[in-house]
């Protein structure tokens, strides 16, 4: 178990090596940071001395060299729109962009796991008939058609939720969080339901084919003739089975609601790292979107090393050498 | 192959026959794939064309007029555009955008994610490594260096929509080929002297590609709406040839304010179109699911 | 049909109140995009503008008026001796003299981090700043700067007892260093401890995502504000923007889009109101001979360098149909690059629009089969922005251009812009510093020293216009300096090397019981706002 950390950590910096090169690269192809922040009244030379104080000026080689020096002493970076140390950035947007993450993950294994059981163990019941309408309804809706139609109604009609921004914070061992009081938690409702409908669906669908599978594997007819009660078999040798694909899509999922909520984050203006991804991407600030996915890259590397840990556990043949 | 075994038609309408969701999905499909087909002779205009169109003709509700006399059944954008025709314009571009870059990305992801799995060591870890390093790329950030090095263009969009595709489905067909592996039946086509590509395709593919076929429909209708998503964002397909998740965005700005025409339409056939090939890959899941075929 | 009992009571209840009377004397507004801070200068952009100028005010006011200046006048060709008004305080009880003008001008000059103010280019040409006395502030010039006037709205005025300076006067330097060890940083200017202005509301807490809650200065010089306090948020999706308007989260909101005026027409508690803004959208052509990027023909050479393929392409956009149609008539069709209600903007005729004619002048010029030209524009900068290009296309294709429309998204079109990679592309300009000061980027030679042709993107070079424009360029007097705009102005008209399209409208929706008055500068400010 040791080596195969030892490795994953070396397999990791290289990753996150590679990661920073094609980000480096793939901003510079994207887009000039003089020309989007240049106003329109820079001259010629106004615009050269900007490119000088960004550091933009030389060669790309040198610029990557000195942002990997600058990152061996702790230094991330100041963003060039921003003006400010980027990791201040990314870490006082990133409270907000979990809380709604996690809630939305959790509305989606509350109610997707028990539907799919239930969808797989009732295979010609109308229930079942209509859960799997809904889910195949449910993401078939862009998501931003959905969060527009989300606001439609419960903002503006309904006017029971509010459409956008993040409302009262509470803080939190000194972390401003929303959860915590009505007015905060309200606005995390429509972008933690418009994230959580393509979970829900998602995850009603894998315990639902999770199950079917399950249902008519060996073990579980001999579970039934051993007369082992109903429950007992969902719980002992359904659930954990079906565990297995659901763990995988779940991290990942996780993950890519964390890293990359842009869309709902931006429909609702929720203050959270996606939408500051997505800004910094359109105004060239090359060092915010490094620094970021940077962070993302070791988190995803992260989730997935728990992931095939529990892999370990929870299937007792795969064995790692 | 002797006469007695079924031909491969009758085969297929063994799975449907008895389910009326599943044959009315397969005609919704065939439906749409004919309408796509065939859009160049069935819509009233042309909506590429920019010398038909009129922003004198825009905003119109369904069933009115335009300037050359014909009548717009489901009415038109702001641009003049007819929405009945660019839908099925639209359709075209969606289904062959997602098709293919489901198809292309998955076969992919299959091939990399069994790859993986049989192969370990090395070429698991760079194939691994590489599905993490495209997880945390953003996708928006890849569409713009393809926009910015060469060009808008639908070609564009399905390079990244690929590149959106394999990843998922490699890391998911590795987790099942690898339990796969442990068992008994892949050693004893080893030890039958039966080469790695064979093992792969005959005895692993089948087995370890149920998860992928789950999420297949997922994965096409993710497809039209990742390219519709791109396409809100700004960096979709070209705007004088809109795709139905183009078509969805722009009427997004009129959701609004009553014109509801321009977003319902184009969303109503998605939808539809999803759920159409939805039923049916359920249906063809079940029945190719040796368990659940038994039970029939 | 039933209506519920509630549902009448309801209806009731309001047919007898009306709608809600507008919370005391509070209001909340909605920006589009963020302001990024509250030190006064290393930002450009309106959000930013709009929310300093209620806490600190300029010599000169948005319109060019005076504002913290009681009048000026160039006393030597590169001198201008501006005499300050009097009597007015500071936030923080000091008075505003000619020595906060200097700290002031150092403050802008003076560079945080080794980072200069975006807004310091327009110091570019202050060689000095001399206070007399202390209400008189001299400007003295490296170069002619006749637009210091206009450009003097950059320079908010901060009091000189944010920091400690030296005892007696401060001295300039273009560094900003004048002495001034201690300049309050932007952290202390977010967090409302060093945002002392003379304006007609203080802060009273900024918040990074764009936030500001502000309250009334009572001891404002001026008109006092009408609002007790104000809150401003910042929300860029459009359509959540006007759905905390309808949900009762603002008062007022910045940019709707033209689809969702229709929906506050038919709503009486909502209302919009529209004002002409100074942003030009236009198309830019290149008109080098050589040849142009993205335009092709059969017949070698640049299409575009042919004065007629201008003069027909600008004659095939239907002006009118853009403006009525995309903007419901919020927009002002564009016979000049400049505004034409800009002040010192010359009368100048109606461009033509006449299909049949453009066709005739292609023709002539030597392409009736039209020829192939790649059409680029911002899909997220400019309201209706696509949708405009995408008209355009229809109408340069009805003459016979193949036009390939390619949209892109801000970032990636600056940058092509920047490397001149686009041989027809739309642009919008505003104009905050006079009509001239765009043709005089855009369409002059370029001349380091007096600072023209930097953003010619159209390689445009015509020797009456240069002749015109560097005199402008030069010219302190306002009547001769109006009368070389004219000329310039008039030559670029005949020669289209930008074939103007509109005038942008800035436009605000609101609760119909507030009157807004509107800016032509884009920007969002209390002043404009008043209960009915």
């Given at each position: 178990?040791?080596?195969?950390?030892?490795?994953?950590?070396?397999?990791?910096?290289?990753?996150?090596?590679?990661?920073?090169?094609?980000?480096?690269?793939?901003?510079?192809?994207?887009?000039?940071?003089?020309?989007?922040?240049?106003?329109?009244?820079?001259?010629?030379?106004?615009?050269?001395?900007?490119?000088?104080?960004?550091?933009?000026?030389?060669?790309?080689?040198?610029?990557?060299?000195?942002?990997?020096?600058?990152?061996?002493?702790?230094?991330?970076?100041?963003?060039?729109?921003?003006?400010?140390?980027?990791?201040?950035?990314?870490?006082?947007?990133?409270?907000?962009?979990?809380?709604?993450?996690?809630?939305?993950?959790?509305?989606?294994?509350?109610?997707?796991?028990?539907?799919?059981?239930?969808?797989?163990?009732?295979?010609?019941?109308?229930?079942?008939?209509?859960?799997?309408?809904?889910?195949?309804?449910?993401?078939?809706?862009?998501?931003?058609?959905?969060?527009?139609?989300?606001?439609?109604?419960?903002?503006?009609?309904?006017?029971?939720?509010?459409?956008?921004?993040?409302?009262?914070?509470?803080?939190?061992?000194?972390?401003?969080?929303?959860?915590?009081?009505?007015?905060?938690?309200?606005?995390?409702?429509?972008?933690?339901?418009?994230?959580?409908?393509?979970?829900?669906?998602?995850?009603?669908?894998?315990?639902?084919?999770?199950?079917?599978?399950?249902?008519?594997?060996?073990?579980?007819?001999?579970?039934?003739?051993?007369?082992?009660?109903?429950?007992?078999?969902?719980?002992?040798?359904?659930?954990?089975?079906?565990?297995?694909?659901?763990?995988?899509?779940?991290?990942?999922?996780?993950?890519?609601?964390?890293?990359?909520?842009?869309?709902?984050?931006?429909?609702?203006?929720?203050?959270?790292?996606?939408?500051?991804?997505?800004?910094?991407?359109?105004?060239?600030?090359?060092?915010?979107?490094?620094?970021?996915?940077?962070?993302?890259?070791?988190?995803?590397?992260?989730?997935?090393?728990?992931?095939?840990?529990?892999?370990?556990?929870?299937?007792?043949?795969?064995?790692?050498? | 192959?002797?006469?007695?075994?079924?031909?491969?038609?009758?085969?297929?309408?063994?799975?449907?026959?008895?389910?009326?969701?599943?044959?009315?999905?397969?005609?919704?499909?065939?439906?749409?794939?004919?309408?796509?087909?065939?859009?160049?002779?069935?819509?009233?205009?042309?909506?590429?064309?920019?010398?038909?169109?009129?922003?004198?003709?825009?905003?119109?509700?369904?069933?009115?007029?335009?300037?050359?006399?014909?009548?717009?059944?489901?009415?038109?954008?702001?641009?003049?555009?007819?929405?009945?025709?660019?839908?099925?314009?639209?359709?075209?571009?969606?289904?062959?955008?997602?098709?293919?870059?489901?198809?292309?990305?998955?076969?992919?992801?299959?091939?990399?994610?069994?790859?993986?799995?049989?192969?370990?060591?090395?070429?698991?870890?760079?194939?691994?490594?590489?599905?993490?390093?495209?997880?945390?790329?953003?996708?928006?950030?890849?569409?713009?260096?393809?926009?910015?090095?060469?060009?808008?263009?639908?070609?564009?969009?399905?390079?990244?929509?690929?590149?959106?595709?394999?990843?998922?489905?490699?890391?998911?067909?590795?987790?099942?080929?690898?339990?796969?592996?442990?068992?008994?039946?892949?050693?004893?086509?080893?030890?039958?002297?039966?080469?790695?590509?064979?093992?792969?395709?005959?005895?692993?593919?089948?087995?370890?590609?149920?998860?992928?076929?789950?999420?297949?429909?997922?994965?096409?209708?993710?497809?039209?709406?990742?390219?519709?998503?791109?396409?809100?964002?700004?960096?979709?397909?070209?705007?004088?040839?809109?795709?139905?998740?183009?078509?969805?965005?722009?009427?997004?700005?009129?959701?609004?304010?009553?014109?509801?025409?321009?977003?319902?339409?184009?969303?109503?056939?998605?939808?539809?179109?999803?759920?159409?090939?939805?039923?049916?890959?359920?249906?063809?899941?079940?029945?190719?699911?040796?368990?659940?075929?038994?039970?029939? | 049909?039933?209506?519920?009992?509630?549902?009448?009571?309801?209806?009731?209840?309001?047919?007898?109140?009306?709608?809600?009377?507008?919370?005391?004397?509070?209001?909340?507004?909605?920006?589009?995009?963020?302001?990024?801070?509250?030190?006064?200068?290393?930002?450009?952009?309106?959000?930013?503008?709009?929310?300093?100028?209620?806490?600190?005010?300029?010599?000169?006011?948005?319109?060019?008026?005076?504002?913290?200046?009681?009048?000026?006048?160039?006393?030597?060709?590169?001198?201008?001796?501006?005499?300050?008004?009097?009597?007015?305080?500071?936030?923080?009880?000091?008075?505003?003299?000619?020595?906060?003008?200097?700290?002031?001008?150092?403050?802008?000059?003076?560079?945080?981090?080794?980072?200069?103010?975006?807004?310091?280019?327009?110091?570019?040409?202050?060689?000095?700043?001399?206070?007399?006395?202390?209400?008189?502030?001299?400007?003295?010039?490296?170069?002619?700067?006749?637009l210091w006037t206009q450009k003097m709205k950059f320079l908010s005025i901060l009091s000189a007892s944010g920091a400690t300076t030296p005892e007696g006067a401060i001295k300039y330097d273009d560094k900003g260093d004048c002495g001034i060890t201690n300049y309050p940083k932007r952290d202390q200017f977010d967090a409302a401890k060093a945002s002392i202005g003379t304006g007609p509301y203080k802060l009273v807490s900024?918040?990074?995502?764009?936030?500001?809650?502000?309250?009334?200065?009572?001891?404002?010089?001026?008109?006092?504000?009408?609002?007790?306090?104000?809150?401003?948020?910042?929300?860029?999706?459009?359509?959540?923007?006007?759905?905390?308007?309808?949900?009762?989260?603002?008062?007022?909101?910045?940019?709707?889009?033209?689809?969702?005026?229709?929906?506050?027409?038919?709503?009486?508690?909502?209302?919009?109101?529209?004002?002409?803004?100074?942003?030009?959208?236009?198309?830019?052509?290149?008109?080098?001979?050589?040849?142009?990027?993205?335009?092709?023909?059969?017949?070698?050479?640049?299409?575009?360098?042919?004065?007629?393929?201008?003069?027909?392409?600008?004659?095939?956009?239907?002006?009118?149909?853009?403006?009525?149609?995309?903007?419901?008539?919020?927009?002002?069709?564009?016979?000049?690059?400049?505004?034409?209600?800009?002040?010192?903007?010359?009368?100048?005729?109606?461009?033509?629009?006449?299909?049949?004619?453009?066709?005739?002048?292609?023709?002539?010029?030597?392409?009736?089969?039209?020829?192939?030209?790649?059409?680029?524009?911002?899909?997220?900068?400019?309201?209706?922005?696509?949708?405009?290009?995408?008209?355009?296309?229809?109408?340069?294709?009805?003459?016979?251009?193949?036009?390939?429309?390619?949209?892109?998204?801000?970032?990636?079109?600056?940058?092509?812009?920047?490397?001149?990679?686009?041989?027809?592309?739309?642009?919008?300009?505003?104009?905050?510093?006079?009509?001239?000061?765009?043709?005089?980027?855009?369409?002059?030679?370029?001349?380091?020293?007096?600072?023209?042709?930097?953003?010619?993107?159209?390689?445009?070079?015509?020797?009456?216009?240069?002749?015109?424009?560097?005199?402008?360029?030069?010219?302190?007097?306002?009547?001769?300096?109006?009368?070389?705009?004219?000329?310039?102005?008039?030559?670029?008209?005949?020669?289209?090397?930008?074939?103007?399209?509109?005038?942008?409208?800035?436009?605000?929706?609101?609760?119909?019981?507030?009157?807004?008055?509107?800016?032509?500068?884009?920007?969002?400010?209390?002043?404009?706002?008043?209960?009915?």
């Open positions: 178990m040791l080596s195969f950390i030892l490795r994953r950590l070396g397999q990791s910096s290289v990753l996150v090596l590679i990661m920073s090169v094609l980000v480096f690269a793939g901003m510079y192809v994207v887009s000039d940071p003089v020309a989007v922040l240049a106003g329109d009244d820079f001259t010629e030379e106004d615009r050269q001395a900007l490119a000088r104080e960004l550091g933009v000026d030389k060669p790309l080689i040198t610029q990557y060299l000195v942002f990997l020096s600058n990152i061996a002493k702790g230094d991330f970076g100041v963003s060039f729109v921003y003006n400010r140390p980027v990791l201040d950035l990314i870490l006082e947007r990133l409270p907000a962009t979990l809380e709604v993450a996690v809630l939305a993950i959790s509305m989606g294994l509350i109610l997707g796991i028990p539907m799919g059981i239930y969808s797989g163990l009732n295979r010609e019941k109308k229930a079942t008939k209509s859960i799997s309408f809904l889910t195949t309804v449910g993401y078939s809706i862009p998501n931003f058609w959905q969060a527009l139609l989300l606001i439609l109604l419960c903002s503006v009609w309904l006017k029971i939720l509010p459409a956008s921004g993040r409302g009262d914070t509470t803080d939190l061992f000194g972390i401003p969080v929303s959860f915590l009081n009505w007015d905060g938690f309200s606005h995390m409702l429509l972008p933690a339901v418009n994230l959580a409908i393509y979970k829900i669906c998602m995850q009603t669908r894998l315990s639902r084919s999770g199950t079917q599978e399950v249902m008519y594997q060996d073990y579980m007819t001999f579970a039934r003739a051993k007369g082992i009660s109903k429950m007992r078999r969902i719980r002992r040798h359904l659930l954990r089975n079906i565990l297995l694909p659901i763990v995988t899509i779940t991290g990942l999922e996780l993950g890519g609601l964390i890293a990359f909520s842009t869309v709902t984050e931006t429909v609702f203006s929720w203050p959270g790292i996606g939408k500051l991804l997505l800004d910094s991407i359109h105004h060239a600030d090359r060092p915010v979107v490094v620094a970021y996915l940077i962070g993302i890259t070791l988190m995803f590397v992260t989730i997935n090393f728990v992931v095939d840990v529990l892999y370990a556990l929870l299937d007792p043949r795969i064995r790692y050498k | 192959m002797s006469k007695q075994d079924p031909t491969r038609l009758e085969k297929i309408w063994k799975a449907f026959r008895g389910h009326p969701i599943a044959i009315a999905g397969l005609i919704g499909i065939t439906f749409f794939l004919l309408v796509a087909f065939f859009a160049p002779l069935l819509a009233p205009q042309n909506p590429y064309d920019q010398t038909q169109l009129d922003i004198l003709d825009g905003l119109l509700p369904p069933m009115s007029q335009l300037g050359t006399g014909q009548t717009s059944w489901l009415g038109t954008d702001a641009l003049g555009r007819d929405i009945l025709s660019a839908v099925m314009y639209g359709l075209r571009i969606s289904l062959f955008v997602s098709f293919v870059a489901v198809i292309v990305g998955s076969g992919l992801g299959v091939f990399l994610g069994l790859l993986a799995a049989m192969k370990r060591g090395w070429v698991e870890t760079v194939i691994m490594r590489s599905v993490d390093l495209k997880m945390s790329f953003p996708g928006i950030l890849l569409a713009l260096m393809l926009l910015a090095m060469f060009g808008t263009g639908v070609d564009k969009v399905i390079y990244a929509l690929i590149i959106g595709a394999w990843a998922s489905k490699a890391r998911l067909v590795r987790s099942v080929a690898l339990s796969e592996m442990k068992k008994e039946y892949i050693d004893a086509a080893r030890l039958a002297g039966i080469g790695n590509l064979r093992i792969m395709l005959r005895f692993l593919l089948p087995n370890s590609i149920s998860p992928v076929l789950v999420v297949l429909p997922m994965a096409i209708s993710g497809a039209i709406t990742a390219e519709a998503t791109l396409s809100f964002l700004g960096v979709g397909v070209p705007i004088t040839e809109p795709s139905l998740g183009l078509l969805i965005a722009n009427g997004n700005d009129y959701l609004l304010s009553g014109k509801w025409w321009i977003s319902i339409f184009p969303g109503l056939v998605l939808v539809a179109m999803v759920l159409c090939i939805n039923v049916v890959a359920d249906r063809i899941r079940d029945h190719a699911n040796p368990y659940l075929r038994g039970k029939e | 049909m039933t209506v519920s009992k509630y549902t009448l009571v309801t209806m009731v209840g309001l047919m007898a109140l009306g709608t809600a009377p507008i919370q005391a004397d509070s209001l909340k507004m909605a920006y589009s995009s963020a302001p990024r801070s509250m030190d006064p200068y290393p930002f450009g952009g309106a959000p930013t503008a709009s929310l300093k100028e209620h806490v600190y005010e300029s010599l000169v006011n948005h319109d060019d008026s005076p504002l913290l200046a009681e009048s000026w006048s160039w006393t030597a060709p590169l001198t201008l001796t501006v005499k300050l008004r009097e009597g007015i305080k500071f936030h923080n009880g000091a008075d505003f003299t000619a020595r906060d003008v200097v700290y002031s001008s150092c403050r802008m000059m003076h560079r945080i981090d080794g980072k200069r103010n975006l807004l310091t280019s327009s110091m570019g040409p202050i060689k000095d700043v001399v206070a007399e006395g202390d209400h008189v502030v001299h400007f003295h010039m490296k170069a002619p700067y006749p900024f918040d990074k995502s764009g936030s500001a809650k502000l309250v009334r200065n009572d001891a404002y010089w001026g008109e006092k504000g009408a609002w007790e306090d104000i809150t401003i948020r910042s929300i860029s999706n459009a359509g959540a923007r006007l759905a905390g308007l309808l949900a009762g989260d603002f008062d007022l909101i910045e940019n709707p889009t033209t689809e969702d005026l229709d929906a506050l027409n038919n709503n009486e508690q909502f209302s919009f109101t529209s004002v002409p803004s100074w942003r030009t959208i236009f198309l830019v052509l290149d008109v080098n001979k050589e040849g142009a990027p993205g335009v092709s023909a059969d017949k070698p050479g640049n299409p575009l360098s042919d004065i007629r393929v201008r003069q027909a392409m600008s004659m095939a956009i239907n002006r009118k149909a853009i403006v009525d149609r995309l903007f419901r008539g919020n927009a002002t069709i564009a016979n000049q690059l400049a505004p034409k209600y800009r002040k010192g903007a010359p009368e100048l005729p109606e461009l033509e629009f006449d299909p049949a004619k453009a066709k005739e002048l292609l023709a002539e010029a030597g392409y009736p089969k039209g020829f192939e030209l790649s059409l680029f524009a911002p899909s997220d900068r400019y309201a209706n922005g696509s949708r405009v290009a995408q008209a355009v296309t229809q109408y340069l294709s009805r003459i016979g251009i193949k036009i390939s429309l390619k949209t892109q998204p801000w970032s990636v079109f600056a940058k092509a812009r920047k490397n001149r990679e686009m041989g027809t592309f739309m642009y919008g300009w505003g104009h905050p510093q006079g009509p001239a000061q765009m043709i005089s980027f855009a369409l002059a030679s370029r001349d380091k020293k007096l600072g023209l042709g930097s953003s010619n993107y159209s390689n445009y070079s015509n020797p009456v216009f240069d002749k015109a424009i560097k005199a402008w360029a030069v010219e302190t007097d306002e009547k001769k300096s109006d009368a070389f705009v004219k000329d310039a102005m008039t030559q670029a008209m005949k020669d289209l090397p930008a074939i103007p399209l509109y005038y942008q409208h800035t436009i605000w929706a609101h609760r119909s019981d507030l009157e807004i008055t509107g800016r032509q500068d884009e920007r969002t400010h209390a002043a404009m706002v008043k209960k009915k």
